[in-house]
């Protein structure tokens, strides 16, 4: 069964850090395309950042380029999100989720393509 566990969420002052983390079971991470999602209250569902299936392509948006940075730790089938200088705007459910059973290399970080989702961890960002 696959399942996505995610963790690390809590609420941070502007400019401070946080790094999600998010536990993947039933399958090898390794194999698949894996990413950060999140969600605002009255607004869509968005791509922060993916990392495509062996290490391949990795997607940023571009509203946390050069603050936030994935990795994948394939010895205990995890991933994380590495959260810096964060802003209110950055306030919002994150989501985990993988493209299994696909496997894209080369991932844009569209919610369509992943089918397999954690539960989700609040961020908030305030002062």
């Known amino acids: 069964q696959v399942q996505l566990v995610e963790s690390g969420g809590g609420l941070v002052q502007p400019g401070g850090s946080l790094r999600l983390s998010c536990a993947a079971s039933g399958f090898t991470l390794d194999y698949y395309a894996i990413g950060w999602f999140r969600q605002a209250p009255g607004k869509e569902r968005e791509g922060v950042s993916c990392?495509?299936?062996?290490?391949?392509?990795?997607y940023y948006a571009d509203s946390v380029k050069g603050r936030f940075t994935i990795s994948r730790d394939n010895a205990k089938n995890t991933v994380y999100l590495e959260m810096n200088s964060l802003k209110p705007e950055d306030t919002a459910v994150y989501y985990c989720?993988?493209?299994?059973?696909?496997?894209?290399?080369?991932?844009?970080?569209?919610?369509?393509?992943?089918?397999?989702w954690g539960q989700g961890t609040q961020v908030t960002v305030s002062s």
């Open positions: 989720a993988t493209d299994f059973p696909v496997g894209y290399y080369y991932t844009q970080c569209l919610s369509s393509d992943f089918g397999a």
């Open positions: 990392i495509g299936s062996s290490d391949g392509s990795t």
